[in-house]
């Protein structure tokens, strides 16, 4: 049973920097997609980066700040935060999709929270 745990979160000023980290559980972190999503206060959980294979899709509002990184062999994933904003404060979730069949399973860690304020 694979279990994710992201770590990272904390406060930081605008414009500064911030690295989230993902890790499993298991020794297995075989997921067909991987992605990071924000759920801010009052607000619906959206996505901000996927990746699978060689394919990356950002969304706007992170797009050119954020980075996506996968490494497999250490069963981590990463999100780079780059120029961070106010907006960006939230609970910041780590995500592994994998296909059985005809659906697709979705994998949750609990969240680490972020807070961008001077």
């Known amino acids: 049973q694979v279990q994710l745990m992201e770590s990272g979160g904390g406060l930081v000023q605008p414009g500064g920097s911030l690295t989230l980290s993902c890790a499993a559980s298991?020794?297995?972190?075989?997921?067909?997609?991987m992605g990071w999503y924000r759920q801010a206060p009052g607000k619906q959980r959206e996505l901000l980066a996927v990746?699978?294979?060689?394919?990356?899709n950002i969304a706007d509002s992170v797009k050119g700040r954020f980075t996506i990184s996968v490494d497999s062999a250490k069963n981590r994933a990463s999100l780079q935060m780059n120029s961070l904003k106010p907006e960006d404060t939230g609970v910041y979730y780590c995500?592994?999709?994998?296909?059985?069949?005809?659906?697709?399973?979705?994998?949750w860690g609990q969240g680490t929270q972020v807070t961008v304020s001077s």
């Open positions: 298991g020794s297995d972190f075989n997921f067909n997609a």
């Open positions: 995500n592994g999709r994998r296909l059985r069949g005809s659906r697709v399973d979705y994998y």
């Open positions: 990746t699978w294979g060689s394919t990356t």
